[in-house]
């Protein structure tokens, strides 16, 4: 029972902060071009694109919490293999091809051709497509998220590097 109530409040608390800020973004500014009759068409253009963008943040958070959920319901069996790091990032930029485009974000994967891990795929996938995510989602419109990974002795070491916010 504990765990089943460690989970339930893990999820809802996961779900408040991954929506809570987009959302009120998306809200503040319909509110703006509600509200402001002296919007120029350049400025609409502007809020419109940035409330897509919001929108379209928060249907791929939406999506990536619920192939976890679907895991974790279904009762999650670890299935470990061997794969190219590289091949992976890769894979977990292309759901994320349409918000690149809108914020002219680029993805530079210097990731080794010949690095790999073994890992089950959907748990690193889980991992790549979030952190990924956070990168555009707080990247400048036209910056670049670079990829990069690399063993140690002990670990393997992956990071999603973004310019953040001005």
């Given at each position: 029972?504990?765990?089943?109530?460690?989970f339930?409040?893990?999820?809802?608390?996961?779900?408040?902060?991954?929506?809570?800020?987009?959302?009120?973004?998306?809200?503040?500014?319909?509110?703006?071009?509600?509200?402001?009759?002296?919007?120029?068409?350049?400025?609409?253009?502007?809020?419109?694109?940035?409330?897509?963008?919001?929108?379209?943040?928060?249907?791929?958070?939406f999506?990536?919490?619920?192939?976890?959920?679907?895991?974790?319901?279904?009762?999650?069996?670890?299935?470990?293999?061997?794969?190219?790091?590289?091949?992976?990032?890769?894979?977990?930029?292309?759901?994320?091809?349409?918000?690149?485009?809108?914020?002219?974000?680029?993805?530079?994967?210097?990731?080794?051709?010949?690095?790999?891990?073994?890992?089950?795929?959907?748990?690193?996938?889980?991992?790549n497509?979030?952190?990924?995510?956070?990168?555009?989602?707080?990247?400048?419109?036209?910056?670049?998220?670079?990829?990069?990974?690399?063993?140690?002795?002990?670990?393997?070491?992956?990071?999603?590097?973004?310019?953040?916010?001005?």
């Open positions: 029972m504990i765990h089943t109530d460690e339930k409040s893990k999820l809802i608390s996961m779900l408040a902060h991954d929506f809570r800020s987009p959302l009120g973004s998306a809200i503040s500014m319909m509110r703006l071009v509600r509200d402001d009759d002296s919007l120029e068409r350049e400025e609409l253009d502007m809020l419109y694109n940035s409330i897509e963008t919001d929108m379209q943040n928060i249907l791929l958070t999506d990536n919490i619920l192939q976890w959920v679907k895991k974790q319901m279904a009762g999650f069996v670890y299935d470990p293999e061997e794969l190219s790091v590289r091949d992976i990032m890769d894979d977990a930029t292309t759901i994320f091809k349409d918000i690149l485009l809108v914020k002219k974000v680029s993805i530079v994967n210097n990731v080794a051709v010949d690095l790999t891990v073994i890992t089950d795929r959907e748990v690193m996938q889980f991992i497509r979030n952190l990924i995510h956070n990168a555009i989602k707080f990247s400048r419109e036209g910056a670049t998220v670079t990829l990069n990974a690399r063993h140690t002795d002990s670990e393997t070491i992956f990071s999603v590097a973004d310019t953040g916010r001005a």
